[in-house]
């Protein structure tokens, strides 16, 4: 089975670090962004880079930029959108998608999410950490996605369907564990704290 192509979602409004790109922040010496790409790109055919407005601001990446097809800032699920219509266009059956923020994802996280999809016998996946109030916790814009449900969820956002896990709830999306350990690999970046954080995490981990 071939690898799925890959959708980075870069489409918040990042309202608490400030506004603008929350992806070109840099940590050690590179964006955000780049950090992402380095671990997606091993794990995928192809990648893009889900964003609205001007693609220009993209162009040092030297990727593809897909804008939502649905207005009024839909959210992740529109980015998703964007990128199963791009897929499409290139005769893919599936995306990987990784949110823009999240500079330590994991780099089995492709695998694991078909494994996970083979086992619960669907092409939907989500990844997901164990929580102790609600069993677990997904992180949604973490999933693996099949191209034969797109039109779908156009209809889905077209009817106001805005939460990722009420629309993959529907499709019996399967759900993959990652352990938190030594730390939550899905931690992502939204104020200047987390970016402290962050710092912090790659010292003791990654060097």
Do not use: C
Not at 56 to 64: E, I, N, T, V
Not at 166 to 181: E, K, M
């Amino acid at each position: 089975m071939n690898r799925p192509l890959g959708v980075i979602l870069a489409g918040g409004q990042s309202r608490r670090m400030g506004g603008g790109d929350k992806s070109f922040k840099m940590l050690a010496g590179q964006s955000l962004l780049t950090h992402v790409i380095n671990r997606l790109s091993p794990q995928v055919e192809r990648l893009a880079i889900n964003a609205n407005g001007d693609a220009a601001r993209f162009a040092d990446y030297r990727l593809p930029v897909i804008a939502d097809s649905v207005t009024d800032f839909a959210g992740p699920l529109a980015g998703v959108l964007a990128g199963l219509d791009w897929a499409a266009s290139l005769g893919a059956e599936r995306i990987l998608t990784a949110a823009a923020d999240t500079p330590f994802f994991p780099l089995d996280l492709g695998e694991r999410l078909e494994q996970a999809a083979r086992v619960g016998d669907t092409d939907l996946a989500l990844a997901a950490t164990p929580d102790p109030v609600r069993g677990v916790s997904r992180h949604p814009t973490f999933g693996l996605w099949p191209v034969a449900l797109r039109h779908d969820l156009r209809q889905a956002l077209i009817g106001g369907t805005r939460k990722i896990v009420v629309w993959t709830d529907r499709h019996n999306g399967a759900t993959a564990i990652f352990q938190p350990v030594p730390f939550d690999g899905f931690f992502n970046v939204n104020t200047p704290e987390d970016m402290d954080r962050a710092k912090a995490l790659l010292q003791e981990y990654f060097h």
